[in-house]
């Protein structure tokens, strides 16, 4: 089956390494040093709906485990374009802590056997003061990639602060390599 992959010119996604998000507080440090952006305690999973018990089963299972010790709060939000978004809202933003639970609700989800719905997990940060700005680090499961979103009010995004991120962050994560793969988020809630 490679071959005739290789031969009509498709390509397998790449598996998502989802233990990559728990490299994530480390590039924090990086990203408050460098850009003076701090993680904001609120962190999304999204995925694709499904239909049936199994899927409804393991959306609740999913949340259990991200509200079971998490000392936050967690809820759940559908979008225009009919995707559920899984928000983990800590008021400490204790950024390891949210990682855990965003990964327990990513695992979860997948070991159902619906990683194949997965879109995305998104992180958000922001810079106060003189200079406020957003930002949310995105990881595309089916590129097993980063890639920064910064919203810039409106349907306008702060490419700048997205170029120097990656280079911020270039040697600590996996940066997506393709700029048109950074699709903009505007309804993602982490943001």
């Known amino acids: 089956m490679r071959f005739l992959d290789a031969l009509l010119g498709r390509t397998r996604p790449a598996k998502p390494n989802l233990d990559v998000l728990f490299a994530i507080p480390s590039a ?62 800590r008021a400490d933003a204790d950024l390891p802590a949210l990682v855990t639970a965003l990964h327990a609700i990513n695992v979860t989800l997948a070991e159902a056997g ?28 089916k590129r097993g990639t980063f890639y920064p979103f910064a919203p810039a009010g409106g349907q306008t995004r702060d490419t700048a602060l997205e170029i120097q991120v990656r280079a911020q962050l270039g ?16 309804a993602a809630p982490a943001l």
Do not use: M
């Open 28 to 89: 924090a440090y990086t990203l408050q040093a460098g850009l003076g952006l701090a993680p904001t305690g609120v962190g999304a999973v999204c995925f694709k709906t499904t239909e049936g018990q199994a899927a409804t089963q393991a959306q609740a299972d999913a949340l259990a485990l991200a509200d079971a010790g998490s000392g936050g709060r967690t809820t759940v939000s559908h979008d225009e374009y009919s995707y559920t978004w899984v928000t983990c809202r």
């Open 114 to 141: 619906f990683g194949s719905s997965l879109l995305c997990t998104v992180i958000g940060f922001a810079a106060g003061g003189d200079n406020p700005r957003r930002l949310g680090l995105v990881y595309l499961f």
């Open 171 to 186: 040697g600590e994560l996996p940066i997506e390599p393709d700029l048109s793969r950074w699709f903009p988020i505007w």
